[in-house]
């Protein structure tokens, strides 16, 4: 089946490596340039946390993080690509530590595997970095992070040819022909099938853009192999390591579809939250500063769904890597029933 994807992101290419090694041809739309990404994905701390995003998330988003894990554990070492598995760690300092305490309730109440609290010597086994400014912390087992960047550059040469520079129309009449498999002019069409997987891009109705901000650092003198999250009375500071020194901190979360540069504000509390987690991010090199937009529909669920003759995937919000193995084999599954059923009116005709 030749199938049309429209979107180059972090869903758009797993789902065109694993339709191609389906026995599938995936083409890829892609509107940026090559060397100038602007998905979500880009700019992700690239988390694998469904436990860390429970007290913000339902159910069916926990469900899907931990059904994912093992795949990413199969799929990150065919593709070559850095990630760790160790777990993650939760601290506070003194004067928030009632928050960690809630969140430990939330975790335990919620979650299959109940945290573990780590006393300063445990903290200390695991991540020597964090005892000497943290005496406790939550340790959160099976939790890991992905080099996002490199996964995108493994999955570029995976995913079947990626048209940069592109962007596929999806109109009704685009849809009417799609279902056809027809052009207007009757030749055959280029493709039997679309998949949209444009995230704050696509015009779908009742999702929304959120907006998200991160810091890229280079700081030899920090040491973290896991990822850590720093409780806060106004955010949830995440630090996801890298290879070569590097590191990604995140925490802000704006209710907007604005796609200017990160903002001063922002910026300054990133960089000091990251220095009140550890000391050695004061002698740090800023790599980059990067906002993203991130789809979400009203409930923060993804949904995959057909629509006009269209598969459409979206609203993964914040939890695209967490839940993207789970949502692509959703995807693949639908793809399969089209299959059948276009080689059942195939036969039936």
């Known amino acids: 089946m030749r199938i049309a994807i429209v979107g180059a992101g972090l869903i758009g290419r797993l789902l065109g490596w694993r339709l191609n090694e389906a026995g599938h041809r995936a ?11 602007d998905s979500a994905a880009h700019v992700a701390a690239a988390m694998l946390a469904p436990m860390s995003e429970l007290p913000d998330s339902d ?9 994912s894990l093992p795949v990413w554990r199969q799929w990150l070492p065919e593709l070559d690509v850095p990630h760790g598995f160790d777990g993650s760690i939760a601290v506070a300092h003194r004067a928030d530590e009632p928050l960690l305490t809630t969140f430990e309730r939330v975790l335990r109440a919620r979650s299959d595997e ?10 200390d086994e695991l991540e020597p970095c964090l005892a000497p400014t943290f005496t406790s912390g939550l340790f959160l087992p099976g939790e890991g992070w992905i080099d996002n960047r490199a996964l995108l550059e493994a999955l570029a040469d995976r995913c079947g040819e990626i048209r940069y520079g592109q962007a596929a129309p999806l109109d009704d009449d685009d849809a009417f022909w799609i279902r056809r498999r027809r052009s207007p002019l009757g030749a055959p069409a280029e493709f039997d099938a679309f998949i949209d997987c444009r995230g704050a891009g696509a015009a779908e109705p009742g999702l929304r853009r959120v907006r998200g901000e991160v810091v890229r650092l280079r700081a030899p003198e920090v040491n973290l192999g896991r990822p850590i999250r720093l409780m806060h009375p106004r955010y949830q500071l995440y630090v996801a390591p890298r290879t070569e020194d590097e590191y990604v901190v ?26 009140s987690l550890h000391t050695g991010f004061a002698e740090a090199e800023i790599l980059g500063l990067d906002s993203g937009l991130r ?27 967490l839940v993207a193995p789970a949502i692509v084999q959703a995807a693949m599954n639908e793809i399969d029933l089209e299959v059948r059923r276009c080689g059942s009116a195939s036969m039936a005709s």
């Open 27 to 37: 083409t890829l739309f892609e509107r940026s340039e090559r060397d100038k990404p």
């Open 59 to 67: 159910a069916e988003v926990y469900g899907m993080g931990t059904a």
């Open 114 to 123: 109940p945290p573990r609290r780590l006393d300063r010597r445990a903290l």
């Open 250 to 275: 995140g925490a802000t979360q704006i209710e907007s579809d604005s796609e200017a540069p990160v903002t001063v504000r922002s910026a300054l509390e990133l960089l000091s939250a990251a220095f």
């Open 295 to 321: 789809a979400a529909f009203d409930d923060n669920v993804p949904r995959i769904y057909w629509r006009d003759g269209i598969l459409r995937i979206n609203g993964l919000y914040r939890h695209g890597f």
